[in-house]
C-alpha cells in the first residue's frame, strides 16, 4: 500500500523501519524543528531516519490548515501515526481511502493519552501494550484493530521500556496494515467507560515528595529515567535520581532522612516507614554516576534530610 507516515519523536522511528519493508512510504511528516541548546536547530529522530533514506519528508507548523492538499497529493492508501504531536482536523483523517491508523502505548481503553509508556511505569502496572486503532476526532477513541500485551519487567525504567514497546508497536503496525490490504480487518469498539487518562508529565510531578510511599517513589524514578529524571535536593542543590531499590532493613527516621550511609550503600526514609537505596544519582552540575562512585569523596552524613 501506499502510505504516509506521520511522527516524530523515536518511538516511530521502528515502525517506518517496517512499513518501509512492506509497503511503500509516499511522505513521512513530522513537527517542526526545535531550536536547542546555543540556539542550535535540532532534527527529530523521524527526520533523521526520513532524510537518510531519502523519504519524501514534510513539516507543517499546522497540518490540518497547511498540509491538507500536499498530502491529498501524495495520493496515500493510508496513514500511519506514532506520536506525531498535532491534532488532526477531520479533512486530514478522510485524505486516505483507508483512513489513518495510531500506534498507541498503551492497551486501550487504559491510558489514553500523551504519556502512557510513563504513566504505566509510574503506576507499578505489571502489563501494558501497543494498540493500533482507528483514527478518530476524539483523542485515542478509535475502534481497535488488534492489541499487543507486554509484560513490565522488575524495576524496569520508561526508557527501558520505551524501548521495547517502539519495537512491538513495528510489529503490530505492520500486522495491522496487512489485514487491512487483505480485507480481514476487524474493528473493535472501546468500551468508553473502562477508559483512563494520561497527560504530560508535570515539572511539579518530576520532584520526589518523601512522605509518600517507597514504591510510589521508586516507581517516580523509573517512570522519569532516563528524562526528564525525577528530583531532590541535597544541601539546597539539586540531585537528580535515576534508580532506587527497596530496603528490607528496619530504620527510625523522618521522610527524607538519610538512614545509611556506608561505602557502597545510602539509604533515605520514605512517608510509609520503609527506606530506599539510591543505586545510581547525578548531582548538580555533575555526571551521572552509581552510589559508589557517588560516596567516594563525597561528605553526606546519616541524618541529612534530602529535599530540605
Not at 489485514?179 to 469498539?189: F, Q, R, S, V
Request: with cysteine.
Amino acid at each position: 500500500m501506499r502510505v504516509v507516515f506521520l511522527g516524530t519523536p523515536d518511538f516511530g522511528v521502528p515502525a517506518l523501519e517496517k512499513i518501509m519493508e512492506n509497503h511503500t512510504v509516499v511522505g513521512c511528516v513530522c513537527q517542526p524543528d526545535k531550536v536547542g541548546a546555543r540556539g542550535k536547530i535540532e532534527f527529530s529522530p523521524v527526520k533523521k531516519f526520513a532524510l537518510s533514506h531519502n523519504l519524501p519528508l514534510f513539516q507543517f507548523e499546522k497540518i490540518s490548515r497547511d498540509g491538507v492538499e500536499t498530502l491529498r497529493n501524495l495520493v496515500p492508501d493510508i496513514m500511519v501515526t506514532a506520536a506525531y504531536g498535532q491534532i488532526l482536523s477531520q479533512e486530514v483523517i478522510d485524505i486516505a481511502p483507508h483512513g489513518i491508523i495510531n500506534i498507541h502505548g498503551s492497551l486501550l481503553p487504559k491510558l489514553r493519552g500523551a504519556a502512557p509508556i510513563q504513566y504505566a511505569v509510574l503506576q507499578g502496572l505489571e502489563q501494558t501494550g501497543i494498540t493500533i486503532l482507528n483514527t478518530v476526532r476524539k483523542v485515542d477513541a478509535g475502534e481497535i484493530i488488534l492489541q499487543k500485551p507486554i509484560d513490565v519487567l522488575p524495576y524496569e525504567t520508561n526508557g527501558e521500556l520505551f524501548e521495547r514497546m517502539s519495537r512491538l508497536g513495528a510489529e503490530a503496525v505492520v500486522e495491522a496494515l496487512h489485514l487491512i490490504e487483505t480485507g480481514k480487518a476487524t474493528y473493535t469498539a472501546q468500551v468508553e467507560e473502562e477508559a483512563t487518562f494520561c497527560s504530560k508529565i508535570t515539572a511539579e510531578q518530576e520532584q520526589i515528595d518523601w512522605n509518600k510511599t517507597s514504591i510510589d517513589i521508586i516507581n517516580l524514578v523509573r517512570a522519569l529515567n532516563p528524562n526528564p529524571a525525577a528530583w531532590t535536593t541535597l544541601d539546597g542543590k539539586r540531585l537528580k535520581l535515576y534508580a532506587l531499590r527497596p530496603c528490607d532493613a528496619h530504620f527510625e527516621g523522618k521522610a527524607g532522612e538519610v538512614v545509611e550511609r556506608g561505602k557502597k550503600t545510602l539509604a533515605v526514609m520514605c512517608g510509609d516507614g520503609k527506606a530506599v537505596y539510591v543505586t545510581e544519582l547525578q548531582a548538580e552540575n555533575a555526571k551521572r554516576m552509581d552510589v559508589v562512585s557517588f560516596l567516594n569523596g563525597r561528605k553526606i552524613a546519616v541524618g541529612a534530610v534530602l529535599g530540605e
